[in-house]
């Protein structure tokens, strides 16, 4: 309304005017609105104010000049508290040196990284190169949303936006930028991978959490000290469901790789899941045309594990929800890539595995039925 577009130009213009770092430092005193830009929480665009969920914190870049310790000085409480969860602070004092650096040095290389940048772009988008890996080793995913110029007078500024993929699988911020990693499997050697990077901008509707279908995201779920079920057994798997192969496909599994696995039928009546649980202790094992286990402790945080598709080493979140009834365990490879979340629970005398991609974009069903 006319309200709304009064107040956005009168703050963009402000900024764009007095060249400030921060709303709350150009508009000192200004009370609500400040307040409301500078929690970590809250994006403005020329389009209206977008509010990132739980797990997610925003930084925004100033359009004038500034140097480093003024854009440390101005980090959200949101985000110091994410960064400090997930031991990236280091990686952060990084990315900031590098956006107010003025050497060539490591833009040069970051933007030797990825094939499809576009001729002249922005420090801030070789940033978004250089550290989306090094945040995804922390579990973090980066984005970065550009400011759009609507006149000569007002300016949309940009963002870093950062989500702790742990315990926010599945949002993705509108119209904004990602670096994805796309592996490709050779099929002599499932394990020897060239990773390719692509830039992506995202839709601009986000994805949200609270509105994904399929299954409730890990985020949202209530934790269990304790389980209230035993998964122990030899399972065999008696079904699929959903798109296995784009659930292959988003994981970087090549043609061939996904055409063997249809062909098998990916499995049904051939793979064996044996579980072995005793309270928190739990292993995990895959027995298919390789066996592969990963050995758990639920409740004890992020843990060294594999993934029970091939045997990649990843970093797995282990959990008890649904009060106990459900094990949910989130995978992510070392070199970042987030896998899958799986959610394993009984059904009558069957154990069901749900799967989802991180952005919940794909989820498949697998039943097992026990073989002893």
Known sequence: DDDWS??????????????????????SG???????????????????????PEACASLKLSIAPEDRDILLSRCPPSLVTLLAKRGAADDFNALVSMLVSNS?????????????????????????????PRFAAHGIEL?????????????EPSWFIFVD???????VPPQAMAIQNKPT???KRLLRRKTALELVVTPPVACSPTTAKGFPPPSD???????????????LLASNKGDLDEELKEMGYGWAFRSAAAAADYGVGRVFLNISQSGNNVEVESVGMHTYKQTLRVGAGLQDSICLH???????????????????????????????????????????????????SIQTCREFRCNQ
């Open 30 to 52: 200004t009370g609500a609105a400040a307040a409301l830009l500078d929690d970590g929480r809250s994006i403005y665009t020329l389009s209206g104010i977008i509010t990132l």
């Open 221 to 235: 779920e209530v934790e269990a000290a304790v389980p209230s079920v035993d998964l122990s057994g030899s399972w």
């Open 143 to 155: 984005f970065l949303r550009e400011g759009e110029k609507a006149s000569e007078c007002l300016l």
């Open 6 to 27: 009064d107040w956005l130009l009168r703050v963009t213009s402000l900024e764009v005017i007095s060249g400030c770092c921060c709303l709350g430092a150009g508009i």
């Open 310 to 360: 091939d045997g990649t080493p990843a970093e797995v979140l282990p959990r008890w929800v649904d009060g106990g009834d459900s094990l949910l365990v989130s995978v992510a490879a070392k070199d970042g890539r987030p896998l899958l979340t799986a959610r394993r629970f009984l059904r009558g005398d069957m154990l069901i595995v749900e799967t989802t991609t991180n952005e919940g």
């Open 104 to 132: 060539v040095n490591g833009l040069s290389s970051a933007s030797k990284k990825i094939a499809d940048l576009p001729k002249e772009c922005s420090k801030e988008l070789l940033a978004l190169v250089e550290f989306t």
């Open 165 to 171: 993929r742990q315990r926010q699988a599945h949002y």
């Open 185 to 187: 499997l050779g099929v």
